[in-house]
Each structure stands twice: as C-alpha cells, then as structure tokens.
C-alpha cells in the first residue's frame, strides 16, 4: 500500500471565517497537492489542529476527505490520545468510514508513560483496532520519546504496521535497520526527507508539501535515478525554507503561505494564532515569496 509513497502530507484543516471546517477550501486544497508529487495523506494530524477539533468535527472531516480522494492515494487518520479505552473507542469508529487505510496513534502525552506503559497501550489498542496502526513518535509535542528499541519490539507486532518518528536520523537508522522490510518507517522532520530515503525508510511525512511539494517529488525523482549530486542540492535549498515554516507555532506559517498563494485555507484555531503582519514578512522573506 505505501510502497510508493515517499511523498505523504500532514494535510492541514482549512477553516472558514466563522472557525468551521471549509470543505471546499480542503478538496482545492487536496487536488493541489495530488498534482503536485503527494502520494498519501495523515489527515488529522499534528498539522490538522485535530487537538481543537471535536469527535464529530473529526469524523465528519474524516468522511469529506475520504470522497475527495477517491481511492487516489492511502489515507492515515489520526485517532491517537493519551487515553488508551477513548483512542481505542475512537479508533472503531473511524474504522468505519470505508476508504481509510491505517490509523495514527501518537506516543501518549502529559501523563507520560515509561516505555513499559508505552508498549501496553500501544499493543492494547492493536488488538481492539480494526485498522492497521502506525506508531507517531513525536517526544517534542509528547514530552516523553518512545525508545528505538520500543518501537522495534512493537514493529514485531502483526496489527502494528508502521512508525511516524520524529527524532534523530540515527534513531531512524536504527528503526530501518532492525524492523521488517515492509514495516513502514517515514520520517516526520521535513529537513530528514531525503536522507530518510537514502538509509532505507519510506520517505517522509511532511508539512512542506503543502508549498514545495513540486520540489520535493524533484528531489526524490533524481535519487531515484542516481542522480545525487541533484537531489542533494534540491535538499539543500529547501532545508532553510523547510525550517521557516516552523519558525512560529504550526500550522500558523504554512497556512500563512497557503493564504498567501491563494488557497484560502483561513487561520489557525486557539491557542494558536495566525501570524501578525511582522511574522508574515519575516516569513515570506525567508520562503522567498
């Protein structure tokens, strides 16, 4: 299914000016980064401000994309909490929408298990999902970093099927190195995307997509055709600008070029606030817009 799919986006969720999802916003939104190189979606993602969305927001979300996509592309929804019965409770209901494909479940946050905690939450929602689920390692947002070793011992697991790891390359090193071929392992640092794909992972999962999805699907095209020298100046160039669209809490920075480009996705949810007109002029500065 992801074999493919080096290219996956964190879609954002465009919201309208009364705060409410805009569907139409998303399916431009979604066509846009179909042509240019997306080859899959975490839809209600870190990315989507699903921490401000409510159950229903989330399905019906969920719902929407799944007929905009149309069978194009996997889809992997977000359904992770720090609540092991609610994740497991929410997951079998997104498994109802026909046309998703994996669902995200993030390391738990703010109650911070230790790695012997991590395992049982995670091998307790395997066995009550109907889907397949992928590990979203993200210690930055969690404040707790799932080990190496964790992730491997659980990648052993036949429901558990893939892991989002925002760490350290070597992390990601070792992650490829010691789990199962088809066992997908995508970085979720933009800056990482093409020395993930150099070391043997899936590609990445990325919020860059959104503006420099053409780019990327150029970088990737000439590693795959031995072209080095290439992809590794097309890396260079977009790791400044990669970096800028978290300079500010996210998705503030990439909704702000969205906006800017013209796919009207709107602003952010609180707490998050879009950026001022000082922010955006930095911003732009720095994408070379």
Known sequence: ?????????AII?????????DFEALEKLTEHLLATGSKGFVIGGTTGET?????????????????????????????GSNNTAGTIDFINKVAQIDGIDMALV?????????QRGMIAHFETIAKN????VMIYNIPGRTGVLMAKETVVQLSKNQNIQGVKQCNTLEDLEYIVEHTDPKFNVYSGEDTQALFAKVIGANGVISVASHVYGNDMTEMFKALDEGNYQIAGRIQRQLTPKMQ?????????????????????VGGCRLPILPLNKEEQDILFEKLDF
């Open 244 to 264: 800028a669209l978290f300079m500010y809490p996210s998705p503030s920075p990439v909704k702000a070029a969205l906006n800017h480009l013209g796919y009207a």
């Open 13 to 21: 969720t465009p919201f309208d000016e009364d705060q409410q999802i």
């Open 1 to 9: 299914m992801f074999e493919n799919a080096d290219l996956m986006t």
């Open 51 to 79: 921490p401000t969305l409510t159950e229903t927001e989330k399905l019906a979300l969920y719902r929407k994309f799944v007929e905009i996509v149309n069978g194009r592309v996997p889809i992997i929804a977000g359904v």
């Open 106 to 114: 993030v390391v738990p946050y703010y109650n911070k298990p230790n």
């Open 129 to 132: 999902s109907p889907l397949p």
